[in-house]
């Protein structure tokens, strides 16, 4: 692995850490002085701009890749007019998405379940999201220059300086203000207008031969990556019927307490998650690099690498949260009930089993991409997004499940999805062993059980009472959890 790859995955976690201390400060503040209730709406207004993405992707999420493409194959032409396409329709969505929260939010009690304290706290959370996500629609376009240019550890340290800046408000508007929801997203919406500055100075230095000319504005851009795009519009469907209508479920038939709840163990596993996404991600330029020189060994060697890196890097972590997650829980949100507490650690626990599957199974769910062969997988991401739904109200309504039915279902889908569909259909676009990445995740897979032992029985020798005492128990059994993973995934290889 090159050093610009190492640089991306430290830059990245190191940013990542950033945001998991300010959900750590937060998190505790909010639900103790406002309220569980409160604190799901914080989790639902960012929901709500997941569904509006899924008009954003449609070209979004694909022209980093053409635009890559396109300068890779030195025509440069070409990528100008997919990237002033893409910026213009960009502008004219965000004037979309202001008409309607002009309608929606002056009116959301009438729509949610909003106890009558916290409606004006709860439009104005609303608010001042839907600013944050119109700003970063328009400037989207320019953070794919790392992507282009395989300077992801640029975009590490973008991250950084964006979640630094963010605590730093955070922390300064709850310490002279008093405590309210909407103060998270007076922040993100500070934050993201300097960050902004840095996208576009970032772009202008890494991509000089692309700049703004509406005259390169082109209908046949703007179709040929809804084409490639309006597949993983629907892929981000099947997401939000998987996991992004869980808090929203939860607030209509369950009630904004128990939406609380399930925002709250949520939380840290949403954040774990998102380390998994971030570090798998890393591995995606160079995976559309060697495919695109045809360089079909290097490639498969490349997603070997990938995934028992992510592996290493992330099932610790992900294995000691686990383990340690009733005793964290009683430690941060201590002002809870110790049913609350246990309830939480269930939840958490159920959503994280997820993301060990979904780390393995991401640079080969990326392979789709890459070769630009996405129906099927689109379609199966559909319909396991669509059981999920069903399946869950199905729950709701004929037994007392209630928010174990929401968190449980989609990780059991999704799970079966990683361990079955993905190795298959990673093998059969590149034309190669169906086998193969079979064998290369489930040899991965049987580390997590040497190492849930090890973990499990390390942790015996500590008696947790204070965040010292969890602090050095996770060091010492992350520290031999390290060592176990490199000697499971390297050691016995050299």
């Known amino acids: 692995m090159n050093k610009t790859k190492i640089n991306s995955i430290i830059t990245n976690l190191f940013s990542f850490c950033i945001q998991l201390c300010i959900s750590l400060f937060v998190t505790p503040i909010i639900m103790h002085k406002v309220g569980t209730d409160a604190f799901g709406f914080i989790g639902l207004a960012n929901d709500f701009i997941i569904y509006l993405s899924l008009v954003t992707t449609v070209l979004n999420s694909v022209s980093g890749r053409f635009i890559a493409v396109a300068l890779y194959k030195n025509e440069v032409k070409k990528a100008n007019e997919y990237f002033n396409s893409v910026l213009f329709v960009n502008l004219i969505l965000s004037f979309i998405f202001i008409v309607i929260g002009i309608i929606f939010i002056p009116n959301i009690q009438h729509f949610l379940d909003v106890p009558s304290n916290l409606v004006n706290d709860v439009k104005l959370t609303f608010l001042f999201t839907l600013l944050t996500y119109i700003l970063n629609i328009m400037i989207s376009i320019y953070t794919t220059a790392t992507f282009v240019k395989d300077r992801l550890d640029i975009q590490g340290v973008r991250n950084i300086l964006q979640y630094a800046l963010r605590g730093i408000c955070v922390v300064s508007l709850f310490v002279f203000l008093p405590p309210r929801i909407y103060l998270l997203s007076i922040a993100t919406l500070i934050v993201t207008v300097f960050i902004s500055v840095f996208d576009v100075s970032v772009f202008r230095r890494f991509m000089p031969e692309v700049s703004i000319n509406v005259k390169k504005f082109k209908i046949y851009a703007v179709k040929e990556l809804a084409a490639s795009g309006g597949l993983l519009a629907i892929t981000n469907l099947s997401s939000v019927l998987l ?76 294995a000691g949260f686990m383990i340690f997650s009733q005793d964290f829980y009683f430690l941060w949100l201590n002002q809870k009930s110790a049913k609350e507490i246990m309830l939480i650690t269930v939840l958490s626990n159920i959503t994280v089993i997820e993301a060990f599957f979904n780390g393995i199974s991401f640079p080969l769910a990326q392979l789709s991409l890459v070769t630009n062969k996405m129906r099927l997988p689109v379609m199966v991401s559909l319909g396991v997004g669509m059981s999920n739904t069903i399946i869950v109200l199905v729950l709701l309504e004929f037994t007392d499940l209630g928010v174990f039915a929401i968190a449980s279902v989609s990780t059991i889908l999704l799970v079966i999805r990683y361990l079955f569909f993905n190795p298959w259909y990673a093998a059969h676009v590149l034309h190669m062993d169906i086998k193969i990445f079979y064998k290369a995740s489930y040899k991965i897979y049987c580390c997590l059980p040497v190492l849930f032992i090890c973990i499990a029985l390390l942790k015996k020798v500590f008696v947790i009472n204070s965040w010292f005492s969890l602090g050095l128990a996770a060091l010492v059994c992350g520290s031999a959890g390290y060592l176990l993973m490199y000697i499971l995934l390297y050691a016995k290889n050299k």
């Open 243 to 318: 996991s992004g209508l869980d808090l929203l479920i939860a607030n209509l038939l369950l009630g904004s307490y128990n939406m609380g709840l399930l925002s709250a163990s949520k939380t840290l596993p949403n954040n774990l998650s998102s380390a998994v996404i971030v570090v798998a991600s890393l591995f995606t330029p160079t995976f559309i690099s060697l495919y695109s020189q045809n360089k079909m060994k290097l490639l498969k060697e490349e997603i070997f690498s990938s995934m028992r890196m992510i592996a290493f890097v992330l099932f610790v972590p992900l």
